[in-house]
């Protein structure tokens, strides 16, 4: 149900809609977001439709992780010289400095300062790679369950799970909406390491929130109830929204309370 509080008579209403969506691991909510569905259609809720829009959802979530991973990497994997003259001649090479992407990191070996590329030349930063992080930078003790869950009322109807195995720094900086670090590119040399890195990290990068919140709008508003592939189309299949952890696992990965697909073959 809706829950609706007036702070004053005059005051602004804070209510939640009746549709939700939850990034969770574990109890610890992740990312969550209330949202209207205008001409909400029922038999969503029993729809093949709904569990692949959530599967489309968790999709672009762990893309976008595994992507984060790669930058978070490369930056933890600087390039190395032996001196200044070495740089200076490899940066010489416009083939070479193709391959470099904005921050990327530069050591020079014995230097007191590591450099960053800033798209047109080395710049010394404020700050030293820590080469202890690339020891073990994604080890089995990642590997972590997520949830990607769609609640309506409160009640959770459909949902997935899935490992993900990203490295420590990623998953405990989760931000759908891409927020989190945005600076002025312009001088990275004023900024601390922890900045530079969230920033390298979602340079260029979309707000994701709206994109999935879009996918479950549209999925749950078709106009016409035979719009949607539900049970009612297949003799053998019905939905049931209690069955154990592993049929769910089995059949799609999803969660214990999520709206699932059992086969049963016809009598």
């Known amino acids: 149900m809706f829950e609706r509080k007036k702070w004053s008579t005059n005051g602004p209403r804070d209510y939640k809609e009746r549709f939700e969506f939850k990034l969770t691991v574990g ?4 990312c969550q977001r209330y949202f209207r569905i205008n001409n909400f259609n029922e038999t969503s809720l029993k729809s ?3 569990v692949d829009s959530i599967s489309r959802c968790v999709d672009v979530i762990d893309k976008d992780l595994k992507s984060k991973t790669l930058d978070y990497l490369e930056i933890f994997s600087p390039q190395y010289f032996s001196n200044k003259e070495e ?3 490899f940066l010489a090479d416009e083939n070479n400095t193709k391959r470099l992407r904005y921050g990327h990191g530069i050591i020079v070996k014995d230097d007191t300062v590591n450099y960053a590329w800033d798209g047109t030349k080395a710049v010394p930063l404020s700050f030293k790679f820590d080469n202890g992080e690339m020891a073990n930078p994604v080890t089995d003790e990642d590997r972590v369950i997520y949830k990607f869950a769609f609640l309506v009322d409160g009640r959770e109807v459909c949902a997935k799970i899935w490992e993900g195995l990203y490295p420590k720094y990623i998953r405990n900086s989760i931000d759908l909406s891409n927020k989190r670090g945005r600076q002025d590119g312009e001088d990275i040399t004023r900024l601390s390491f922890e900045q530079y890195l969230d920033y390298c990290i979602v340079k260029g990068r ?36 209690k069955i154990d952890m592993a049929k769910i696992c089995k059949i799609y990965g999803l969660s214990k309370d999520g709206m699932q697909k059992i086969k049963r073959s016809r009598k």
């Open 206 to 241: 979309k707000d994701l929130v709206w994109g999935l919140i879009n996918d479950i709008c549209l999925t749950c508003s078709y106009e016409h109830d035979e719009d949607y592939m539900t049970a009612n189309m297949y003799g053998d299949t019905y939905y049931d929204n």
């Open 87 to 89: 740089m200076e001649k």
């Open 27 to 30: 109890d610890i909510i992740i």
């Open 48 to 50: 093949y439709d709904l």
